[in-house]
């Protein structure tokens, strides 16, 4: 028998309408109390019949997300925050992988309140739907929907900028040079207007074009910028990327930091499997998913938002860089 709001009531001593205030994340039920009607509702197995309360509140409380790839170590991780703040909010996530357009009529069959979309082609605004979008891209991309851009150019700038104060000349960027990514494209402008502006005649840099962002890649990529002609300092366009530069690094006897210093796009958590912590470059996890979520939650409620949101990305410096001599 299934659980419901009448055996949740009972079992906290309140009403009925406070037990479903209270799993609608309702404001007007004091934390204390929400809290522990929660705990109740997952100690019974309660599960909300979304049907039926989208048919009182005209709302389904679900968002659909348009997911380019499950691959990679950022998407994964940001995916994963992006759910658990949803969650927290009382929104159920539904993830779909598929083409854009097929994604956003799936999304619209099954009512959702808002839709994500990871925009790295800027295909977006062939797309309509009466369905509230938010893309996750580059501001000014697309005229028709609000985008979140965490200011891709200028992290690469910022990391290029601290390299060459500490001494680097040798500067080396290891990502996807090919014009199908936005999100990749930014990166790599990033980096050709820093070395423009440090002046190309006292700076020397590399730009290998790699079209995948797999460890592999990475580990490829930097054996040849290497053998060439080695570099004093890396730039990867990713931490999956970066892991490979580690790779290869190693297996030409040389050290991260000691002779190759390296910075890596993505401020997410890391792994504690790199012999050097990691310097990373880029808006932390946390705020973007932040973001996200508040914005998403704001439309869904019907209210307006800035076409964009521009947020500043941060540079933390571990022993993985170190000043030349």
Known sequence: MSVT???IA???GVSYS???KALLDSPLVKPKTKAKIKKIATELGYQPNVAARSLVSKKSNTIGIVWPTVERVAHSALITAINQKLEEHAY??????????DAIKTFSRFQVDGILVFDETSYI???ETNVPVITYGIAGSTKQYPTVDVNRKAAIKAAVSYLRNIGHKKIAYIGNLTSEDLFQEEKVAGFKEAISEANLDNYEYSLLPITGLDQYD???AAKTIINADRPTAFISGSQDLARGVFRAVH?????IADDISIISYDNIPQKEDLDVPLSIVGVPLDTIASTLCDL?????NGNPIAPSTILTPEIHITTSCQPLP
């Not at 159920?92 to 357009?101: A, E």
């Open 125 to 127: 605004d062939s797309i």
């Open 218 to 220: 990475g580990y490829l």
């Open 296 to 300: 998403l939650i704001e439309v869904a």
């Open 10 to 12: 009972k079992a906290a």
């Open 5 to 7: 709001i009448k055996d």
């Open 251 to 255: 297996e030409m006897d040389l050290h």
């Open 18 to 20: 406070t037990v479903s």
């Open 92 to 101: 159920t996530t539904l993830i779909s992988i598929n083409p854009l357009k």
